[in-house]
């Protein structure tokens, strides 16, 4: 059996040097004096999960339990420090809406330059220039330099830009909390007809409705160990059976 | 392995080509005369350095507007491009912690935009190349070979520096000591035969000086660059090369905790 995505005992830890140590000097004489420690900090621990194709895959956990960091072990940002992720597939990465943005050129240079930071080719986004600027209801603005927009102005464009391509994996951070709300109706429904087209999806929410409601499988983290993998109803009956709601 | 990186740099390779037009439009935002200034740049610098060394200190150079441009062609070509390639990552730190993209780019990019750059001062040398007594020959159409060579030895130590200033910081600090004092052993503008012997030992360890000479050789004394010359220049950019994609590669998996 081949799944789209493998985590195997994905391990990632990070040096938390309380002050941070940029210059020779600095580390000679920290070694000198021997002060030079780090401490460690496990942000996840040997997590191990297979997805299917297909799958609507959800993670749940208090603030600082490693989703965010899973999540960008996954899309390729962070190699882990022990064990693998494999990634069969295309992925849009909607962990950071915009990355690449530069504010003072405008919004028409900037899905140029974010389009091709995903790895889209400039034919194909002229091609879907249109279909973006529709998207995010922007067309009177298209030649504004990016400083003067509203912040929810430039998650617009930035959600428009990563969902224009069919990808077999959408990752999904917490950010259908951006916009207003006709504008958050309009995400969602994007994500769902993408669900429906078959791309595999792992979302990252605190709204556990919102969880219930599209996944197949959730997957619980605490403190960088899995705490639950399973069905969603179990999983979010027994999260919320835990205090938190 | 290598097909993925192929893929994978296939698929980039908008962005680099975004990111290097980007460069070009900082570069001369605002400036009345645009892009001219990049030819300018190299004559007017020409016309100082040839008043003070046919005044001040006198080398018996023959052409030495020439002789000068094509030193200095090569050094700063090699100045800038290994210098903004060192900050590149450490510069794009904000995007390398959202997104994925092969971080080579970056180096790579800068080194593309000084390469262009290059170009550009290439026709300041061909229209000084008027009003000087050289003799064009047909060995000039060689030019492009220690260009070439100059380009690899100046990506490789790039890369190096890009990922090792990641670490260390101090490195933007001493490399501008260093790149000062390489200019200085470097021929640039005075004639090697000044030297006392011990010096020319030290000097024949400088790539760079036998980049120029080959540079030189080609250009405008009409001199057919011996097998020996093109071993030595291959060797210095092919060992930069490796060595510059060896050190990235290796130290690449940790750089987004060091940003």
Redesign the interface.
Known sequence: MNYIIEVNDVTMR??LSKEKI????EYFIKLAKRQLKFDEFFALKDVSFFIQKGEVFGIIGLNGSGKSTLLKVI?????PTKGSATVRGT?A?L??LG??F?MD?TARENI??NG???????KFLESKFNEIVDFAELWEFVDVPLKNYSSGMVARIGFAIATITKPEILIVDEILSVGDFLFQKKCEERIQALMQEGTTVIIVSHTIAQIEKLCDRVLWLEKGHIKMLGDTQTVCETYKLSGHI | MVTNTVKDFL??K??L??LIS?DLKVKYRRSVLGVLWSVLNPLLMMTVITIVFSTIFRFDIPNFPIYYLTGSLIYNFFSEATNSAMTSVVGNA????????PKYIFPLQKSLFSFINLLFSFIAILIVLVFVPVQPTLLMFLTPIPIIYTFFFALGIGMALSSLSVY???LFHLYSVLLIAWMYLTPIFYPVNILPDNFLAIIKLNPLYHFITYFRNVFMYGQMPTLQDNLICLTFAAVSFFLGVLIFKKTQ??F??YL
């Not at chain 1, 899309?75 to 190699?79: A, D, F, L, V």
């Open positions: 990070f040096n940029d210059s020779l000097k899309s390729g940002i962070y190699t992925i990465p962990i950071e990355a690449g530069d050129l140029f330059l091709t930071v995903l790895g889209f080719s400039k | 698929k980039y908008p962005l080509a975004n980007r904000p995007l390398l912690k959202k997104v994925y993209i260390v910081r101090d998996k940790n987004v905790l």
